[in-house]
């Protein structure tokens, strides 16, 4: 088990406050689960009815059943800042990559197999981050990409994301946020 830097906790910090603890009360649970549906489907223009809004709940919930099954250690089903902290301490990748996985097919809302400038920009404002800075961050972390972001480039940046500790390294931006 390594220790998290300063920096590293800062953008899990982020990822934290803009994804999982939308409703602010210091844990993640099924009502930010909740919360976080609407937005996103709100954010692609998704109504109840559609077999998006189906499909978007079911990637989320898959993603809160991973994110809790790995690091809600004392089993109160919710997620502390603490239990983050220590689940990206440990060198396990396993849960990590299906979280991943489902980020991008979050992302990649026309399911063409790359994340374009609006899709990215789109789901961060739903998330609350604004529009310039995450038009800042999309550049930052596609700009040898042609604008895009394919899956492989996908993979490089979000492992870039949870394990560097260099500040100018893309992947840092691959959340929306221009800025630590
Ligand atoms: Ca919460
Ligand atoms: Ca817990
Ligand atoms: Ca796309």
Same mark, same amino acid.
């Given at each position: 088990? &390594?220790?998290? &830097?300063?920096?590293?906790?800062?953008?899990?910090?982020? !990822?934290?406050?803009?994804?999982?603890?939308?409703?602010?009360?210091?844990?993640?649970?099924?009502?930010?689960?909740?919360?976080?549906?609407?937005?996103?489907?709100?954010?692609?223009?998704?109504?109840?009815?559609?077999?998006?809004? /189906?499909? $978007?709940?079911? $990637?989320?919930?898959? !993603?809160?059943? !991973?994110?809790? #099954?790995?690091?809600?250690?004392?089993?109160?089903?919710?997620?502390?800042?603490?239990?983050?902290?220590?689940?990206?301490?440990?060198?396990?990748?396993?849960?990590?990559?299906?979280?991943?996985?489902?980020? *991008?097919?979050?992302?990649?809302?026309?399911?063409? /197999?790359?994340?374009?400038?609006?899709?990215?920009?789109?789901?961060?404002?739903?998330?609350?981050? $604004?529009?310039?800075?995450?038009?800042?961050?999309?550049?930052?972390?596609?700009?040898?990409?042609?604008?895009?972001?394919?899956?492989?480039? *996908?993979?490089?940046?979000?492992?870039?994301? *949870? $394990?560097?500790?260099?500040?100018? #390294?893309?992947?840092?931006?691959?959340?929306?946020?221009?800025?630590?």
């Amino acid at each position: 088990m &390594s220790s998290l &830097s300063t920096f590293r906790k800062a953008k899990l910090i982020h !990822v934290f406050n803009t994804f999982f603890d939308i409703n602010g009360s210091g844990e993640i649970d099924e009502k930010d689960l909740e919360i976080a549906v609407k937005r996103v489907c709100e954010a692609r223009g998704w109504k109840p009815s559609d077999p998006e809004y /189906g499909r $978007t709940q079911k $990637t989320l919930k898959t !993603v809160w059943n !991973v994110v809790t #099954a790995k690091a809600d250690t004392d089993s109160d089903n919710q997620v502390s800042v603490e239990e983050w902290y220590r689940a990206w301490k440990e060198d396990d990748k396993e849960w990590s990559h299906i979280f991943r996985d489902l980020m *991008f097919l979050l992302e990649d809302a026309s399911c063409d /197999g790359h994340i374009d400038v609006d899709e990215y920009i789109a789901l961060y404002k739903a998330m609350g981050l $604004t529009e310039e800075g995450s038009r800042e961050a999309f550049r930052k972390c596609a700009e040898k990409n042609d604008g895009e972001i394919r899956k492989e480039r *996908f993979d490089e940046l979000w492992e870039e994301y *949870f $394990t560097s500790d260099n500040p100018n #390294a893309p992947g840092n931006f691959i959340f929306g946020k221009a800025h630590f």
